[in-house]
């Protein structure tokens, strides 16, 4: 992966999280020649394997072990690299080993952005609890002091990825992400989610009206076919020499 | 300036605005190959030519006389078309006519970015009436029902350049835009406001200030050389194909 | 409709908002016996008719009168009385005397609720417009000063119905309608919209996705089967004997 | 009045506000020496005097005349001067020469500090209207190129006074005023509102309550025996030398 | 308590706020034939026990004794069971222990709804911690894979229950509760907090004005006739079929 | 110190913040009679201390050592007393034994005042946690239970400095110091810094931009010679006698 010029970090909390939020951006990204890397911090064992623990003679292991592949499976269809924490889920927490642990992979990955969770939401605490962590991850990692000599992060860019419920968890998106021609990868790879799959097209809507008003935000007259999108909201003020 | 492939629209509340809060974006994105134009609602004549009139002998006439030619003078120097639509300011008010006269300007112009005020500020009333005003002539010149068989406008990003006391407008930059490069031409534009003279060393202090903390969210090691910036806030999302 | 027991009102800035936004609202208290009534400022004529004014050789009476129709016929499908105030779109603009007559409606009708549009809409002014004037009137009918003598009406819990874009309109629903069993209804009034076919699709994505959240809302183990719903934002607290 | 070295001015949207909501800060500056100046835009005469309407055989006129003379009693127990712009009210709207006519006594008055309506009320629209009105007025003042040669106003402190349901008006107050030395004096102007006589009692409840909360916030071990309080919002940051 | 049909969850940071903040939504759901369960989390030894500590020759397990004893006196009266988790107070912190034991309450109340303290407090740290233990408890006892087997809770609605300073807390009640019919046992249980009694008529004038807001929500006209009050805020939407 | 009559207190998550944020409060209420004490939680060691790693052959004690005597001696300018905690940044952790020792500085200190950073810092994750920290030592301090017999803290009103790009911060000042006087002592103590020269010129710029916003808070007709200014956002209300 370090080999390739550019790169990018997700940081899910739980295994699946990054296939419905940011499976586009993954995808297209990839495509666009970029090495993005994937940590997920727990399995979502407790909290998001329903339909596995209702089978029954289900343990723990079992069910990480089922989410494993399914989020490998994923990931290699979005054609991204994928490292699992097993930190555990409902609740999630993290100590400072957790937090070193994701700032050497700061350092190592050096990302050109970071996609992870909303700040807030009311329904799921592991979540912003992943962005905080993420976020002060990033913020060890730029700090000269921490392991000295080693080659600090820069200031990469910081995304929300969609939350289920957005007005409730105040999140409001300021970038609006044409998925439209990598939308079949970002399918396979949701299809990969067997236990979840009263999801499959509940993301898949999530997907066209974000479209719909990508397209709205461009202008009905434009040329630009777009068709699936995903919403970003940014966490730190865009640098940039263009306004257009 | 309809042959040049892109155009910019700059709504100003009085003839001075336009160079000490987007005076860098004009001359960037003139220098771009950009035809940029400027409406001057009006030539703040009473609110903000406080030098003028304690020099005595005054009359609004002279007053306006006098502020028409420093924008010219200015924009002239920015590389940017200016037109003052001479409505009046404190208060300033805006009728139906006014408001179609700038739907024509938006139909005219077919901006690919648009910039005005912030939405609020507690210490000029006739700022957020501009930002209103230029918001709802954008949605009138996007209506093929107002004057049917002309060319629409798209969904240009409207922006609020940066107001005196931001905090206090509830005014948060997303965007800061790196202009180093036209510094010299922004200085010397501000140097047409004669009557404000104790400005123009405040605008140097906020554009390094700016400089500064966009250096900061590219990440102290990078090799950009930033020196000074605008901020600017953005008012709909932003559609892209990249994050980074 | 005096004779019925129990009314509900709603205001549409355009003839067809009431239809995509509270169609299932509408349909759904008829049926419990409701006598609703609508109001509709314009016709959306200029705004919301793209694809009548296309066709080309229209005028904004031809206009007016297509969306009269469909707005009409949408009505009657939902079980609701509906007037036309025809005081134009974009720009809508309510006078004092419009207040009043928006005044009057709401001593007529008396209604045990209200629905309007959101309180802001940085993509349409007329909503946030229609909204202000529908709370004023409401203010008007509750004066004992107003037309003294007549019978004042009491403090009918007003509702935001969902703008298009609900989070950059600072829109958050508190409450989520179940529509399902009216859902027939709502997408044949839907259909009456034959100029907006486009919205058609979205707006049953938009009823499928608050209705996923509502099911959420009440507990995944939920014996009720919501499928579609609505959300709507209140601007009052609600007064009541029971947190169930 | 313009005698007296310090002024302050109050802009009451209805005959009765001053007397509820700042009753105390102008007993209390009063008799500090200072000169308060008070305006009612209206008598209140449609929307606050629903005891006077149920009398029967009333006119607007009636009810005018009725409402006046109780505030001019309650401006002489508080020791202030008032005067009536008799603007109307329910719905309250201001033209330019209420404007002007309010930017005047600024002018004349120089005040010192202004409390007015907090910016939002979804309970009653004519409370932000004076709200904003006060503000722009004590802008036009500020202008040099208003009325050329008069004397300008200065930046005095603007404060909201406390709305009915404060939670509902987004009003957070950040000052809270002791008010217990001049409590007599507020109360006896309180009684001059015969026509709201239910209020009695839920303002001195307010004051209580606020008299309670100003004691926490200076500790509960300090030696100031504050009962009753008035809370404001400011709406501009204070310069001060000292932070305690 | 597990036969009856309904059941409620309080959780008290410590052991007199569900007297003070809740004690008429619990004596008025006791008396709906609800079984209301009470969580103090401490005793409010340190923070809230004042005058007992002034008495001298006090000890942190005799105020405890004393408190324990006015809070069970006065669940007594309201109707409801209550225990103490005894976690300590001035700091309360709570561990995955305390976490998994409120979870194990929930799972044996399976509450109709919850109540808690605001999500924010800049007085009392403790009390938005009790909150949001509260929340991450529920989501942990919604999840089938913590202590696979048992019965998950569905998605009661929470509630905060208001604060001392509302405003400072950003919170804003959109539920005002009728609480007028049992307003007696809400101040006989008042009562039992020997310790606070300065507190006693502060909630009466609580209750007083909710009261009088309840009764303008509803409208001045209404028949209903409400005297006492309490406010809530509501954490999540309300899925209904009416909205009246 | 304690034999003085006025105290303040303030707590700097790392050793230099005190001096570029609240030197100038520092300096004006030292030389006002007030015994100012700072607590530094940490040395920046990690975080802040960039210059001094870049040297190489460093350690983390050195570096230490480095910022601690500069920090001496920026207190010494400044007049007031310094105290480290040194419980380390990057990241900063606090646990009950650090408020505990918090606690105690605020009982035997006694401040009239205290200032700290602002509550929300998406670059800086060290700050808001000492001013979460600080607001808890308050608490705790003011708790009759909390080492019962000492003499609690009353009410101080709590202060947030600007931190570094304000706007991302959610910060908003509602407090502009005046410290021109003071300026040379705060510049002085600025120069101390010798391994963050390059922040010297941009928070003199800070000072600049403060101080003409302050001018224009007390109106630029003002006799008051306003230069230099430092912003302060107070978390609680003011308790006052007098609005102007």
Redesign the interface.
């Known amino acids: 992966m370090i080999n390739k010029t550019?790169t990018?970090l997700v940081v899910s909390a739980h295994s699946a999280d990054f296939v419905w939020r940011a499976g586009g951006?993954i995808a297209?990204?990839t495509q666009?020649g970029y090495a993005v890397h994937i940590v997920c911090l727990s399995y979502g064992?407790?909290?998001e394997?329903?339909k596995l623990?209702?089978k029954g003679e289900?343990s723990?292991d079992k069910?990480k072990t089922a989410r494993r592949s399914e989020a490998e499976a994923a990931a290699e269809i979005l054609g991204a690299s994928v490292e699992f924490f097993d930190i555990g889920d409902?609740?999630m927490?993290a100590d400072?080993e957790t937090?070193f642990r994701l700032a050497d992979v700061f350092r190592r990955v050096q990302p050109?952005?970071v996609?992870s969770h909303s700040i807030k939401d009311?329904?799921?605490?592991d979540h912003p609890l992943a962005m905080?962590l993420t976020?002060?991850a990033r913020?060890?990692a730029?700090?000269?002091?921490?392991k000295?000599g080693e080659k600090?992060?820069?200031?990469?860019?910081v995304?929300s990825f969609e939350p289920?419920?957005?007005?409730?968890c105040e999140?409001?998106?300021?970038?609006?992400?044409?998925i439209t021609e990598v939308w079949d990868k970002k399918y396979a790879a949701i299809q990969c989610m067997a236990g979840q799959e009263h999801l499959w097209e509940?993301y898949t809507?999530?997907a066209?009206?974000r479209g719909?008003?990508?397209k709205?935000?461009?202008?009905?007259?434009?040329t630009?076919n777009?068709v699936y999108?995903e919403?970003?909201q940014?966490?730190?003020?865009?640098?940039?020499?263009?306004?257009?």
């Open positions: 550019k990018a951006a297209l990204h666009q064992e407790r909290g394997s329903a623990w209702r289900m723990e069910v409902y609740p927490r400072k937090l050109e952005f996609l009311p329904y799921n605490y905080n976020q002060e913020i060890i730029q700090a000269e002091g921490y000295p600090i992060v820069g200031a990469p860019p995304y289920h419920q957005p007005e409730q999140w409001r998106p300021d970038v609006l992400l044409d509940y809507r999530v066209l009206q719909v008003q990508a709205r935000n461009v202008g009905i007259a434009s630009r777009i999108a919403g970003y940014s966490l730190f003020p865009r640098v940039t020499e263009n306004l257009a």
